[in-house]
């Protein structure tokens, strides 16, 4: 194996990671004693268990040419995986090209080596498998995931959703324990020594955030950016946009409000209506709401890093389709999106672009899905 380095300009968190690595086969458990260059372990256990064997393949992470054809294999699997998930929606051809001309998002795979390509690789599967009515399979692949990076996290109001409209209170409880045993599983070598310092440092809901990395807020300026009320803000708005899907859109296939939604859980409907139900949780449908779930968390992230457009890149081309716009406007508006998270370091124009792009797209999709109630029966190819 050859004794490799990343080029100065795109070298970020792989050497760090592998510094990480050491320390945890070096027999470190305790996860506010593993750092590295850039700080912290702060990613939850699946990270560690995928860069160990990443670590071993890579002659412990000096083969960086084998690691950088690693990703690309998994920025292939992923693409594949995405198309996958539009087949199942049917979405049109001309949509399909603006899935593989990201520059940014080739780097973030093939050069940089981010964590983010398995949590994105995980939630894809997620939602083919949920699209695929494999219940258990796409819990496990989202738990996974979850287990990589808790950006994942912004998706898990809409898995609860697809989950409990599409198999019931009780299935869709058991899928949410196994989410969590899965969690345990996973974190087990941290928790059995200290389970506070691992939930400290993998889940950090408190983590501060420095200003020259954002890529969405500059144009805020850092004082509003690193004030409490703007913070406070942020998350009003994440309620209210999950809110606002949640009556007006995610209980479509249920045709119930939020709080007979809540008596449904204790009171389960009967066989037959629960099957009826089940049948209008269609492939467009799943795919839908859970994109539609992280692109609000996107919009009122308090900072995006570049690597979030992982999360970001594949989802938008499908969510300004269903949000029903021309064809060339849906074009221009990934064009702009593509343009602003190239930019770097950021700026004020281009940070507005990313949080406009974002607002339209979830603005655009709430609209869209105003007549889904009507549509999506018409479209459902479960058997």
Not at 240 to 248: M, N, R, V
Request: glycine letters at 4%; aromatic letters at 14%; hydrophobic letters at 50%.
């Amino acid at each position: 194996m050859s004794n490799l380095t990343l080029r100065p300009d795109t070298e970020i968190d792989w050497r760090a990671y592998m510094e990480q690595i050491e320390q945890y086969i070096g027999g470190e458990r305790d996860y506010v004693k593993i750092r590295g260059g850039t700080g912290p372990l702060v990613y939850p256990a699946a990270h560690v268990h995928i860069y160990h064997a990443l670590y071993s393949l890579t002659s412990q992470g000096r083969d960086i040419q084998l690691a950088q054809i690693i990703f690309a294999l998994i920025y292939l699997t992923t693409l594949v995986v995405v198309m996958a998930c539009y087949r199942q929606a049917r979405v049109p051809p001309y949509v399909f090209p603006l899935l593989v001309l990201s520059k940014r998002l080739h780097s973030i795979f093939v050069l940089r080596c981010f964590n983010d390509c398995f949590a994105v690789l995980s939630l894809w599967i997620a939602i083919y498998c949920y699209q695929k009515r494999a219940w258990t399979l796409g819990s496990i692949a989202y738990s996974w995931g979850l287990g990589v990076k808790m950006s994942l996290l912004l998706a898990l109001p809409a898995v609860g959703v697809v989950l409990l409209q599409a198999i019931g209170a009780n299935r869709a409880l058991k899928q949410a324990l196994l989410i969590g045993q899965l969690q345990v599983v996973i974190a087990w070598p941290f928790l059995s020594i200290n389970a506070r310092s691992y939930f400290s440092r993998a889940f950090e809901f408190t983590r501060q955030f420095l200003f020259k990395w954002t890529v969405n807020w500059r144009f805020v300026g850092e004082d509003v950016f690193l004030s409490k009320s703007f913070s406070i803000t942020l998350l009003a708005a994440h309620a209210i946009l999950l809110a606002l899907f949640a009556s007006t859109r995610w209980l479509e296939p249920s045709k119930r409000s939020i709080p007979e939604v809540v008596r449904m859980i204790f009171d389960p409907p009967a066989a037959q209506a629960q099957q009826e139900l089940s049948r209008r949780v269609t492939p467009r449908f799943v795919i839908t709401t859970i994109l539609t779930a992280n692109a609000a968390g996107m919009l009122c992230a308090r900072s995006l890093h570049y690597q979030f457009y992982s999360l970001i890149a594949w989802a938008t081309p499908f969510l300004l389709w269903r949000a029903g716009f021309h064809p060339v406007l849906q074009y221009a508006l990934w064009a702009m999106q593509e343009w602003a998270w190239n930019v770097y370091p950021s700026t004020d124009s281009s940070s507005k672009i990313v949080v406009g792009v974002l607002a339209v797209t979830v603005a655009g999709i709430w609209v869209g899905m105003r007549n889904d109630g009507k549509q999506e029966t018409q479209h459902s190819h479960f058997e």
